[in-house]
């Protein structure tokens, strides 16, 4: 059973930093693409990054703040998040998906998907 699970997460202030975890298993996890997405009550989902091996993607709302790695030695994925902003607060989620660099964006094209956590950005 392919599995995905979150770590990570919580409450902080704005301007602080946090990183999320994902760990995987029942999958040969350096096959696959692990991307993030996040979504808020009443929003879409949005995408937030993306990462294969060392190549990244990164949703224009989060350039420049956050960063992605993938751990194919510990079938983990993070994301570390820096400057939080209140508008950053949602549940993200993790998933993995065998796809092109081209679809990394798209939801719809991941297999597998984490439980999802809550970052909330507040003073």
């Known amino acids: 059973q392919v599995r995905l699970v979150q770590s990570g997460g919580g409450l902080v202030r704005p301007g602080d930093s946090l990183t999320l975890s994902c760990k995987a298993s029942?999958?040969?996890?350096?096959?696959?693409?692990m991307g993030w997405f996040r979504q808020a009550p009443g929003k879409e989902r949005e995408f937030v990054a993306a990462?294969?091996?060392?190549?990244?993607v990164f949703g224009s709302n989060v350039k420049g703040r956050f960063t992605a790695n993938k751990d194919n030695e510990r079938d983990t994925a993070y994301l570390e998040m820096k400057l939080l902003k209140p508008e950053d607060t949602a549940i993200y989620y993790c998933?993995?998906?065998?796809?092109?660099?081209?679809?990394?964006?798209?939801?719809?094209?991941?297999?597998?998907w984490g439980q999802g956590t809550q970052v909330t950005i507040s003073s």
């Open positions: 990462v294969r091996w060392t190549f990244t």
């Open positions: 029942g999958l040969i996890f350096s096959r696959y693409v």
């Open positions: 998933a993995a998906g065998d796809l092109s660099p081209r679809s990394w964006n798209r939801s719809d094209e991941y297999q597998y």
